[in-house]
């Protein structure tokens, strides 16, 4: 019992030894990861996605039913207004106008025979005058003349009624022949054709589409779904860009043209519809490809810049600012903002969200500038970032920011062009990357596309 007392309290020394050897590694190997304050450009973007479409796009259908006997386009087909597309089968509908000219034909002759019959009952009524004031008529039969004459009136103004009803009956006739020509109604492109030689059309309630004509591909224009927490930032004449997958290494310049105000409400969310007008000279854009939109908001061009992880570093220990909980900076910038955390990709925590061009994500706009403040506005708000001290922690610098894409973050003052700050805390074995982040980069998150940003 005495020894095996003695390994165990030996077993004890030796684990407690090795606990604090590993805490004493541990404490040693950990640091700070750092960033340079640099030089270069901040995009203030708003992201979005949209589709393609022709400015205008006419489906052409056939106002009657019938059999579709010729085709005059086909797809990818250029027409102009007024130019034959197609054409039904137009022998039921004459067989329909000459029996119409018929019954025109019967109505004309029944208005002949109404008025021959009243001009008989217009004489024999002044015949019937004349003898009655003779007195050689007795008055019964007078009346009788007088009723016929006013009974032959009134048939001649059926017999013209029906002539005109058969008239209506021939042009409605005519009408309907001339629908069984199917003429294109603008200049463009067939991009949709629905029928074929030998199918039958009904148009009943609603008419059948038989062809899509887009008017003039060279203009297009994209329909994007602004968030609405963006869309107050969005003007008519407003400079924009856009990919499209077909061509992933291109950026196609577009304009806003129209915000429309009627609001669409998905799963509770809402957006705003905005037209964008685009120039497709190159007909490289076709309609229906999914284009991903960046609207420049705002930039800063050569300012003196941060990696956003910084706003999100805070010491632990560390006194919460003035004024402002602690991480609220980091938390405006889109991280997290627990302290000695150097967060994730940049918009992926709480608050208020920001991500790069094209994430379809809200970018950061301060509490003075988007009030459009006089005084906040124009010197940046306040944060706190941190800075190697003299005695190896971590030293709070107060300094005002303005602008920030997501990724950097502008400094406007507080902080001189080449200053260190820190980013993040530095794990055992974990290699600092290029923008101050351990292990991190900007692609870190798949679902955000990354473009490239013009640096000085």
């Known amino acids: 019992m005495k020894h095996r007392g003695l390994l165990l309290a030996g077993g004890a020394l030796l684990v407690a030894a090795g606990a604090w050897a590993a ?32 400015v205008t796009t006419v489906q052409v ?122 003429r294109a109604p603008i200049d463009g492109v067939v991009i949709g054709r629905n029928v074929d030689v030998g199918q039958t059309v009904a148009a009943s309630l609603q008419a059948p589409t038989l062809f899509v004509i887009a008017n003039d591909l060279r203009r297009m224009q994209v329909r994007a779904g602004i968030d609405e927490a963006d869309v107050g930032r969005v003007r008519e004449g407003m400079a924009a860009t856009f990919r499209v997958d077909a061509h992933p290494e291109e950026v196609f310049p577009a304009r806003v043209e129209q915000v429309r105000l009627q609001p669409q409400v998905v799963s509770n969310v809402v957006t705003y519809d905005t037209l964008l007008s685009v120039d497709n000279d190159a007909q490289k854009l076709k309609p229906g490809m999914t284009a991903t939109v960046s ?109 920030s894409d997501g990724q950097w973050v502008e400094v406007r003052s507080g902080l001189e062009e080449g200053a260190t700050v820190i980013t993040g805390v530095a794990l055992p074995g974990a290699a600092p990357s290029a923008n101050g982040r351990p292990n991190a980069s900007p692609t870190s998150n798949p679902f955000q596309p990354q473009f490239q940003r013009r640096q000085r």
């Open 295 to 403: 609207l420049e908001v705002r930039r800063a061009d050569d300012v003196m810049r941060v990696p956003a992880a910084a706003l999100r570093f805070r010491p632990e220990g560390a006194a919460p600012t003035a004024g402002r909980r602690p991480g609220a900076d980091g938390a405006r910038m889109g991280g997290g903002g627990r302290p000695g955390e150097a967060g994730g990709a940049p918009g992926g925590g709480r608050g208020d969200r920001a991500g790069g061009p094209g994430g379809g994500r809200r970018s950061e706009a301060g509490p003075g500038e988007a009030a459009g403040g006089e005084g906040q506005g124009r010197r940046g708000r306040p944060a706190t970032l941190y800075v190697p001290g003299t005695d190896g922690k971590p030293a709070p610098v107060e300094v005002r920011l303005g602008i």
């Open 61 to 182: 259908g056939s106002q009657v039913s019938g059999t579709i006997a010729r085709l005059h386009a086909d797809f990818n087909d250029t027409v102009r207004a007024g130019q034959l597309v197609a054409e039904l089968d137009p022998s039921l509908f004459e067989a329909r106008l000459r029996q119409a000219e018929a019954n025109l034909a019967s109505a004309a002759a029944n208005l002949e025979r109404s008025r021959a019959a009243l001009d008989d009952a217009r004489q024999k009524r002044e015949r019937a005058e004349e003898l009655w004031k003779a007195q050689l008529l007795p008055e019964t039969e007078l009346e009788t003349a007088r009723a016929n004459a006013r009974s032959a009136e009134a048939q001649v103004k059926s017999s013209a009624a029906a002539v005109s009803q058969a008239e209506a009956s021939v042009n409605q006739a005519q009408v309907d022949l001339g629908h069984t020509i199917i």
């Open 23 to 54: 805490l004493r590694g541990d404490k040693a190997a950990t640091g700070w990861t750092t960033a340079v304050v640099q030089r270069g450009d901040v995009v203030e973007v708003v992201g979005a996605t949209g589709t393609l479409q022709a």
